[in-house]
């Protein structure tokens, strides 16, 4: 009687070549793509709001900058809310990319699944900066609120979040090196009989 298994054989040149695409979308994703998805939230709880406004968003070699001109009162609820939108939905998106991942690699799609990881990465990796600055968004609600923080508290929880992203990735690697290794070992097995 075999034992059935849910192993199967990686095609190690897809799999370079999703690694290879997933580290370049990271570079795409963290540096363009999940700064326009920080702006267009801003945007979008504008829209929500009832508020008109007015974007400028300019973008030379590697460096996005945006202003967001609003012709109304929100109120400091309000404005924190927009303020957070861009942070929160781009991690938002990140967490939810995370998830998919997982979802591919427990049924072992691993050459999508690494390069997913990488995406995910790339939309979590620009959010968590705004942790680390004295200037931005997060810091700009705190004082706007009102609400007494240091920076000390800010960049620790940016390393938690930073921690968390690491111990999933290293999790998600260790799972899917032990499908491949399992695949091949399987393999020379059977070669061997």
């Given at each position: 009687m075999?034992?059935?298994?849910n192993?199967?054989?990686v095609n190690?040149?897809?799999?370079?070549i999703?690694l290879?695409?997933g580290?370049?979308s990271f570079?795409?994703v963290?540096?363009?793509?999940?700064?326009y998805f920080?702006?267009?939230s801003h945007?979008?709880?504008?829209?929500?709001?009832?508020?008109?406004?007015?974007?400028?968003?300019?973008?030379?070699a590697?460096?996005l900058s945006?202003?967001?001109?609003m012709?109304?009162?929100l109120?400091?609820?309000?404005?924190a809310?927009?303020y957070?939108?861009?942070?929160?939905?781009?991690?938002?998106a990140g967490?939810?990319l995370?998830?998919?991942?997982w979802i591919?690699t427990r049924?072992?799609?691993?050459?999508?699944?690494i390069?997913l990881?990488y995406v995910?990465?790339g939309?979590?990796?620009s959010?968590?900066l705004?942790?680390?600055?004295?200037t931005?968004?997060?810091?700009n609600?705190?004082d706007?609120?009102?609400i007494p923080?240091?920076y000390?508290?800010?960049?620790?929880?940016?390393m938690?979040?930073?921690?968390f992203?690491?111990?999933?990735?290293?999790?998600n690697f260790?799972?899917?090196a032990?499908?491949?290794?399992?695949s091949?070992?399987?393999?020379?097995e059977e070669k061997?009989?």
């Amino acid at each position: 009687m075999t034992k059935k298994t849910n192993k199967r054989e990686v095609n190690w040149t897809h799999y370079n070549i999703a690694l290879i695409a997933g580290i370049l979308s990271f570079l795409v994703v963290s540096l363009i793509v999940a700064q326009y998805f920080h702006e267009l939230s801003h945007m979008l709880v504008l829209k929500l709001l009832g508020c008109l406004y007015y974007p400028d968003i300019t973008f030379d070699a590697i460096n996005l900058s945006a202003n967001i001109y609003m012709q109304c009162d929100l109120g400091k609820a309000g404005l924190a809310a927009v303020y957070l939108s861009g942070i929160f939905g781009t991690l938002l998106a990140g967490f939810i990319l995370l998830a998919l991942d997982w979802i591919l690699t427990r049924k072992n799609h691993l050459e999508l699944s690494i390069f997913l990881s990488y995406v995910a990465l790339g939309f979590l990796y620009s959010p968590t900066l705004y942790f680390f600055k004295t200037t931005g968004d997060i810091v700009n609600t705190l004082d706007l609120l009102g609400i007494p923080y240091t920076y000390m508290a800010l960049k620790l929880a940016g390393m938690v979040l930073m921690l968390f992203y690491l111990s999933y990735f290293i999790m998600n690697f260790r799972y899917i090196a032990g499908k491949e290794i399992s695949s091949m070992s399987s393999g020379r097995e059977e070669k061997n009989r």
